[in-house]
């Protein structure tokens, strides 16, 4: 029952991690000014005409001018990016003007290290051009045009879909307009460079979706679940070659299940979202990128033995009995969740071909690289005589066991890198504590154990890991309060004017500083408090022990060290001090007798 269980708690987590992945940041806020431009936290667009007045009949054209935030950038071709992600434009239909195709700027080549494949973008400052006539019977006047904008904005980490209002201008027409100025010229078409599409069939991308398939059972992530699908499947060959392909077939359909899931969710954002499911996505969310790998981490541990998974009786039996079935069931999705951090390159390139497609063969696209993983499971269970094929087991095995361990932490090291900075150590920490919770799981107690003592180590281990949780996995949030760096003449100002002083030491080395911030400083009402009553924050950081804080702290205000937290109240001459972590209340008690700030 501990490997069922096992199974589908792994599996629920990384799917519910994926679903977040998918839904995280798919919009921003956006906001349109006056005189056509379109602003959000990521991208700045606006619209410029070519000629101030133009006349019947003539030809001219709008630039869209882009300036991108450093390290995002739109897809520029249907072929790298996923659905219709990729920048279009849509201007509405007019009866008067008539626009021809956009005339996009040369694309950059971009490589995505999350997927390891090379994309154009468009990143930076860049113009889109796009040419438009007049018609001959156009009376005097002005028009007023929308341009839709659609398209990705991505980063390394994330990509956002935002809702982009109309971009709105005014065309203004008269029959004397002299058209002799323009304010840019329109570039010729051998200058730019349209998007295109993909060039390849769909018989050949369903058959590169089954090799990308296929690749995923040498990837190293599978290879923690490999010697338990060894053993069942030779527990499997006792039982009759009937029983064994029964069984052989519910673990492909485990490994079925998981993509059938993964295109039930592009069918549902396709239809009801717009938008589509890609695969690398999931590693743009960082609770995704977390949680794959602390498993590998738990992977790990299990490969060096610090813990083991029980095979159910039902599995083992010879008696044939159906128990067996959920459990090979939930060993195939096991295996195919635990593929996911080792495909990228073949398996993106096939992924993201499905996501172009028409829903029902992309669809089927996606259900091929399943039957891809699948196929030499079904193959082996069918035919019980290549089992003597395999290599008998040994030393060899072990240490073979072992070294896989190794390689999973690596695995597990690069995808905390590839984390924003600030949460790396964090996670890094949680992984530390975490597989001191499973070696004390593993190792403190045996099944012959006493029962209460079981319980107890346990209970503590659960314990700790939920409180690490809670430590270090958050993200951090933005400081609530506007700490100033330490400046002994800045301190000594506010106190002649009777300003109340709040001086926090601190140091990057101190977890228990770290703690401190988490329980007092990032609250709310603390941090609200303090900017009412008008308190003097100072971050105090003695990190080095040059630095000018350092020395305040031990000669100054002869403290042995950090955290120390003073608070100066005007008409004191000795400020308050706490040594401790819970003084959140005492502190706001103590500002909410101050006089609000005027």
């Not at 006349?55 to 897809?75: M, T, V």
């Not at 460079?193 to 390849?200: E, K, N, R, S």
């Not at 790998?293 to 009786?313: D, H, N």
């Not at 100072?538 to 990190?543: E, H, N, S, Y």
């Amino acid at each position: 029952m501990r490997e069922k269980a096992a199974a589908i708690l792994w599996t629920v987590s990384i799917f519910a991690f994926n679903c977040f992945a998918l839904g995280e940041n798919t919009t921003s806020a956006s906001s349109t000014t006056p005189g056509g431009a379109i602003s959000t936290n990521v991208v700045s667009i606006s619209v410029e005409q070519q000629y101030e007045v133009v006349r019947p009949g003539s030809e001219s054209a709008l630039a869209i001018h882009f300036e991108l935030k450093n390290g995002w950038h739109f897809y520029a071709s249907p072929d790298s990016a996923p659905g219709d992600m990729n920048l279009t434009f849509k201007p509405t239909e007019q009866e008067f003007i008539t626009f021809a195709e956009p005339r996009f700027p040369q694309p950059q080549i971009y490589f995505d290290e999350t997927l390891k494949l090379e994309i154009e973008v468009f990143s930076g400052k860049f113009t889109v051009f796009l040419p438009f006539t007049v018609s001959q019977s156009a009376a005097a006047g002005g028009i007023d045009v929308k341009i839709a904008i659609d398209g990705a904005v991505c980063s390394e980490m994330r990509c956002l879909v935002p809702d982009f209002e109309q971009l709105g201008t005014e065309i203004k027409i008269t029959s004397d307009a002299a058209m002799s100025e323009p304010k840019f010229v329109l570039p010729d078409l051998a200058q730019v460079a349209p998007p295109v599409g993909p060039g390849y069939s769909a018989w050949f991308a369903l058959g590169l979706a089954l090799l990308a398939g296929l690749s995923l059972n040498i990837m190293p992530c599978i290879w923690p679940v490999l010697p338990l699908i060894v053993m069942r499947i030779v527990e499997q060959a006792k039982q009759g070659r009937r029983q064994s392909a029964a069984l052989g077939l519910a673990f492909c359909l485990g490994i079925l299940l998981f993509f059938a899931c993964l295109a039930g969710a592009n069918i549902i954002l396709q239809l009801f979202y717009g938008t589509v499911l890609q695969w690398g996505d999931q590693f743009r969310s960082p609770a995704f990128v977390v949680g794959m790998a602390l498993l590998l981490v738990v992977l790990a541990l299990f490969m060096f033995g610090v813990f083991t998974v029980t095979v159910p009786s039902s599995i083992a039996s010879k008696s044939g009995s159906g128990k067996g079935y959920p459990g090979a069931v939930g060993m195939g999705l096991l295996a195919a969740v635990l593929s996911t951090p080792c495909s990228f390159g073949i398996l993106a390139a096939a992924f993201a071909w499905a996501q172009t497609q028409r829903l029902p063969l992309g669809t089927v696209a996606i259900m091929v690289i399943g039957v891809g993983m699948a196929v030499p499971y079904a193959i082996l269970t069918s035919m019980p005589g290549l089992l003597k094929r395999l290599p008998k087991a040994g030393r060899w095995m072990e240490l073979f066991k072992q070294a896989i361990g190794f390689l999973l932490l690596v695995i597990a090291v690069w995808l905390i890198s590839v984390l924003p900075q600030m949460r790396r150590m964090g996670v890094i920490y949680f992984a530390v504590v975490l597989g001191f919770c499973i070696w004390m799981w593993g190792s403190w107690v045996s099944p012959a154990s006493v029962l209460w003592r079981k319980w107890l180590v346990r209970i503590i281990a659960v314990v700790l890991v939920v409180a690490a949780g809670w430590a270090f996995l958050p993200a951090p949030a933005g400081e609530l309060i506007g700490w100033q760096q330490y400046d002994p003449a800045l301190i000594e100002k506010a106190l002649e004017e009777q300003r109340a002083v709040l001086i926090k030491f601190t140091a990057n080395w101190c977890l228990i500083c770290k703690v401190v911030d988490k329980i007092v400083y990032s609250r709310e009402d603390v941090a609200n408090l303090i900017k009412e009553k008008d308190v003097l924050a100072i971050k105090a950081d003695t990190t080095e022990k040059d630095h000018p804080a350092t020395f305040a702290l031990k000669n100054k205000y002869k403290e042995p060290g950090v955290p120390v937290s003073m608070l100066f109240v005007p008409g004191r001459k000795e400020p308050v001090r706490w040594r401790e972590k819970f003084f959140a209340d005492e502190l706001k008690e103590l500002l909410e007798k101050f006089p609000s700030k005027q």
